[in-house]
Structures are given as structure tokens and as C-alpha cells.
């Protein structure tokens, strides 16, 4: 698919299951997304978190060694609080309880396997809208930040070469 706006976004895609990461890489490099890293072993999550950097992170919860949950609990140590990288789950567990201990534990958003690719590729797409507007805000208020610093040494310096003046002007005054 040419034209993708988000084909420079990273995309990293957590299946036990070699089946189901080969399927999703090759269904995301057809969408023309440049950047899809995969791993079957969740023991390499933090490491491919800190070097790869992804933009969103399509999770299974159901692993060997370290699952899903673990996973989630384990980004939230690696990344700072105000940054905003989505997790989908894509699961075969269906259930209330396993949905709301998801949503819990830090996903974003919930696929129950097998999913709709129309709707899988809707969802990465909003997820990674709402990612990018988070990084401009972010940018935006980093900047206010610095306008508001700036401004208050301005007028921190107009203050005290105000008051000397006026004091000299008070004590004329007093004399008078």
C-alpha cells in the first residue's frame, strides 16, 4: 500500500507463535510500514524496548517465560511515565476478566484472535495518530516551558531596574 503516513512508525510485534509473527510482519510490510521488528522469546522485550524504540507494540498474552502481563508491567520500568508507546493485545482468550486485566495492566487496546485485518490495521493506525499528537503536545508544552522561563526572567529584570527608580523617586518624596 503506498501513501502509508505512518510508514516510518516502528512497529514491534510480541507472538510465542512463529506463525502469527510471520503473518502480522508480512501483513504490516504489504501496509508499506518500513520498521516491523518481531520476537518470539518475551525474554528479549527489554532489550529490543531500549535499541529499537517502537512506536507500538502488538502483544501476545499467552507466552512462555514471561507473558504478556509480565511484559506490560516490565515497559512500564523501562519507559519514562509521560511517554506514550501503545500496546495492543492480540490474544486467543477471549474473557471479560482477561480483557479488563489487559486494559489494566497498560494496554491500550484488545484484539481477540482471529482478528479482522481492516480492523487490526484501523486500530494501529489510531493508535499511532493518538502517539504522534502525544510527542507534539509533549513538544508544545516543552517549549511553553521555556517561553514561560524566559518570560518570567524578563520581567524579573524589569522589576528590579523598575525599582530602583522608584525608590529614588519615594525617598524624594519623603524629602519633599
Known amino acids: 500500500m503506498k501513501n502509508n503516513i505512518y510508514a516510518d512508525s516502528k512497529i514491534l510485534i510480541v507472538d510465542d507463535q512463529q506463525a502469527n509473527v510471520d503473518f502480522l510482519q508480512d501483513f504490516f510490510e504489504l501496509q508499506g510500514y518500513l520498521h516491523v521488528l518481531t520476537t518470539t522469546d518475551s525474554r528479549t522485550v527489554a532489550a529490543l524496548m531500549i535499541d529499537f524504540k517502537p512506536d507500538i507494540i502488538l502483544l501476545?498474552?499467552?507466552?512462555?517465560?514471561l507473558s504478556g502481563f509480565d511484559i506490560m508491567e516490565l515497559?512500564?520500568?523501562?519507559?519514562?511515565?509521560?511517554?506514550?508507546?501503545?500496546?495492543l493485545v492480540l490474544t486467543a482468550d477471549a474473557t471479560l476478566d482477561t480483557k479488563r486485566k489487559a486494559l489494566q495492566s497498560g494496554a491500550c487496546d484488545f484484539l481477540?484472535?482471529?482478528?479482522d485485518l481492516i480492523e487490526l490495521q484501523a486500530r494501529v493506525n489510531t493508535h499511532l495518530l493518538i502517539r504522534?499528537?502525544?510527542?507534539?503536545?509533549n513538544?508544545?508544552?516543552?517549549?511553553?516551558?521555556?517561553?514561560?522561563a524566559t518570560k518570567d526572567k524578563f520581567f524579573s529584570i524589569i522589576a528590579h531596574d523598575l525599582r530602583n527608580p522608584f525608590v529614588g523617586i519615594q525617598n524624594y518624596i519623603k524629602i519633599i
Open 60 to 65: 501476545d498474552l499467552s507466552m512462555p517465560y
Open 75 to 87: 515497559i512500564k520500568t523501562i519507559i519514562d511515565p509521560g511517554v506514550y508507546i501503545p500496546i
Open 112 to 115: 481477540t484472535k482471529p482478528f
Open 132 to 137: 504522534r499528537k502525544n510527542e507534539q503536545i
Open 139 to 148: 513538544a508544545y508544552a516543552s517549549q511553553l516551558e521555556k517561553l514561560v
